[in-house]
């Protein structure tokens, strides 16, 4: 039997030690590399976090513009209706209003479609004395109320150029006809760039300029299209105040609601960071908008064009019934004068002659076909007008609010590198 003295014992121990020590090297090195696989805990936990506010925000903004969202779409799709309802009437007052002055009538009136057409007489008289057919250019009236930045003067005319030093003058008094908060927005000069755009003289006087030799009665069609084409161009004003104010719209709900998820992070570099490419996001969302937007406008006041003849007929003939009944009670108006008040027992007998004129005492209307021109030129306006509005706003839907809800998704994760390995999402979250 062997036995081992002590300090045989002492030198196998000894001999044994560099054995255990390369054991527990070798386990040392295989658990940092085991480590070294593992994510860092609190930089992965601070990416979690943030990856879902942010998801929540996206998600957020797709609700809102979808509707989806119970709280802040009730508030922003009401304003956004608002606006746009706005929009819509701000064009349809600034339609073509019609001067019924002729050489052989006094004083002025003005045929107004911005009012009431139930009672079929709204009339508006002027102490502008009576306009001879030589006193101006075609559409004079209107093309100085047109000052608010460069605008035609006249059919088939030139332009009115700012001047330096040009001050915009006091707003017209016309103006004051129409209330502030039914307009939000959209009170502004350019409602009234319609009201006298049109004269019967004034088309009379076209009818000539453009007439042909040896064709009596001739209806140059230039005529209905300039004058259209001047009643649209104005349409830009207001176009620009709906496309501005959706854009504020939209930007100040989007910026709400990032700061409303990054709140706790609000006084660091990852809200400063997210708010700098949200911004960037939404201008470049604007550029490519408004110029969409602006084609619409390009389109409607390059030239006429409409295949819904049926809407059109309708416009026409309404606008045509409502202008001969003014024109009619003009007419009788003049008849009248040539039967003095000494005719008459009193006031209820004068009123009741008057009733009792027919056509055939007034006669046929001279103006008859310049009554017709400026029906096809107002019936043609709400024909346009309709579908500009109409195709201007469902565009800002689809486009604008689509872009922003597809392309949002994952943005701010995207530009933050959050997910990519190497983010440093511990950094900007600091001060």
Same mark, same amino acid.
């Given at each position: 039997?062997?036995?081992?003295?002590?300090?045989?014992?002492?030198?196998?121990?000894?001999?044994?030690?560099?054995?255990?020590?390369?054991?527990?090297?070798?386990?040392?090195?295989?658990?940092?590399?085991?480590?070294?696989?593992?994510?860092?805990?609190?930089?992965?936990?601070?990416?979690?976090?943030v990856r879902q506010r942010l998801m929540k925000f996206?998600?957020?903004?797709?609700?809102?513009?979808?509707?989806?969202?119970?709280?802040?779409?009730?508030?922003?799709?009401?304003?956004?209706? !608002? $606006?746009?309802?706005?929009? =819509?009437?701000?064009? *349809?007052?600034? %339609?073509? @209003?019609?001067?019924?002055?002729?050489?052989?009538?006094?004083?002025?009136?003005?045929?107004?479609?911005?009012?009431?057409?139930?009672?079929?007489?709204?009339?508006?008289?002027?102490?502008?004395?009576?306009?001879r057919p030589n006193d101006s250019s075609p559409n004079?009236?209107?093309?100085?109320?047109?000052?608010?930045?460069?605008?035609?003067?006249?059919?088939?005319?030139?332009?009115?150029?700012?001047?330096?030093?040009?001050?915009?003058?006091?707003?017209?008094?016309?103006?004051?006809?129409?209330?502030?908060?039914?307009?939000?927005?959209?009170?502004?000069?350019?409602?009234?760039?319609?009201?006298?755009?049109? !004269? $019967?003289?004034?088309?009379? =006087?076209?009818?000539? *300029?453009?007439? %042909?030799? @040896?064709?009596?009665?001739?209806?140059?069609?230039?005529?209905?299209?300039?004058?259209?084409?001047?009643?649209?161009?104005?349409?830009?004003?207001?176009?620009?105040?709906?496309?501005?104010?959706?854009?504020?719209?939209?930007?100040?709900?989007?910026?709400?609601?990032?700061?409303?998820?990054?709140?706790?992070?609000?006084?660091?570099?990852?809200?400063?960071?997210?708010?700098?490419?949200?911004?960037?996001?939404?201008?470049?969302?604007?550029?490519?908008?408004?110029?969409?937007?602006?084609?619409?406008?390009?389109?409607?006041?390059?030239?006429?064009?409409?295949?819904?003849?049926?809407a059109f007929d309708l416009h026409k003939a309404e606008?045509?019934?409502?202008?001969?009944?003014?024109?009619?009670?003009?007419?009788?108006?003049?008849?009248?004068?040539?039967?003095?008040?000494?005719?008459?027992?009193?006031?209820?007998?004068?009123?009741?002659?008057?009733?009792?004129?027919?056509?055939?005492?007034?006669?046929?209307?001279?103006?008859?076909?310049?009554?017709?021109?400026?029906?096809?030129?107002?019936?043609?306006?709400?024909?346009?007008?309709?579908?500009?509005?109409?195709?201007?706003?469902?565009?800002?839907?689809?486009?604008?609010?689509?872009?922003?809800?597809?392309?949002?998704?994952?943005?701010?994760?995207?530009?933050?590198?959050?997910?990519?390995?190497?983010?440093?999402?511990?950094?900007?979250?600091?001060?």
């Amino acid at each position: 039997m062997c036995t081992f003295t002590d300090h045989d014992k002492e030198e196998l121990t000894r001999c044994s030690i560099p054995d255990i020590s390369e054991k527990v090297r070798i386990e040392l090195l295989q658990v940092d590399e085991e480590l070294s696989r593992l994510p860092e805990t609190p930089n992965d936990k601070v990416q979690h976090i943030v990856r879902q506010r942010l998801m929540k925000f996206s998600q957020s903004a797709k609700d809102l513009l979808d509707g989806n969202s119970v709280s802040q779409n009730n508030r922003f799709h009401l304003q956004w209706t !608002t $606006l746009y309802g706005q929009f =819509q009437k701000a064009t *349809e007052v600034m %339609r073509p @209003g019609c001067v019924f002055t002729t050489p052989f009538d006094m004083p002025k009136v003005v045929i107004n479609l911005d009012e009431s057409d139930d009672d079929g007489a709204s009339r508006h008289s002027s102490s502008t004395a009576t306009k001879r057919p030589n006193d101006s250019s075609p559409n004079d009236s209107f093309m100085k109320r047109q000052r608010l930045q460069t605008t035609p003067t006249r059919p088939g005319g030139g332009f009115i150029k700012r001047e330096a030093g040009f001050t915009t003058p006091q707003r017209p008094a016309a103006l004051k006809r129409f209330k502030p908060s039914e307009f939000g927005p959209f009170y502004q000069d350019y409602l009234t760039l319609g009201q006298s755009a049109l !004269t $019967l003289v004034d088309i009379r =006087q076209s009818i000539a *300029e453009r007439g %042909r030799a @040896g064709m009596p009665d001739f209806d140059n069609y230039k005529i209905r299209e300039d004058y259209a084409l001047v009643a649209i161009n104005p349409w830009r004003f207001p176009l620009e105040t709906f496309v501005d104010h959706t854009f504020r719209l939209v930007r100040l709900e989007l910026q709400s609601m990032l700061r409303s998820v990054l709140q706790s992070y609000e006084q660091t570099g990852l809200y400063r960071q997210s708010k700098d490419i949200l911004e960037k996001f939404l201008l470049r969302q604007e550029t490519e908008q408004r110029a969409i937007s602006m084609e619409f406008y390009k389109t409607e006041s390059a030239a006429l064009f409409t295949i819904n003849q049926g809407a059109f007929d309708l416009h026409k003939a309404e606008a045509l019934a409502i202008l001969q009944q003014q024109r009619r009670n003009r007419r009788v108006d003049c008849y009248m004068k040539n039967h003095p008040e000494s005719e008459f027992k009193n006031a209820d007998a004068r009123e009741a002659f008057k009733n009792k004129v027919t056509d055939a005492d007034l006669g046929p209307d001279p103006f008859a076909k310049e009554l017709d021109i400026a029906a096809y030129i107002k019936g043609y306006y709400t024909t346009a007008r309709l579908r500009f509005v109409d195709s201007v706003c469902a565009n800002m839907m689809s486009s604008y609010f689509g872009k922003i809800k597809e392309q949002l998704s994952y943005l701010l994760e995207d530009e933050l590198g959050l997910d990519r390995g190497d983010s440093e999402s511990s950094n900007f979250c600091s001060n």
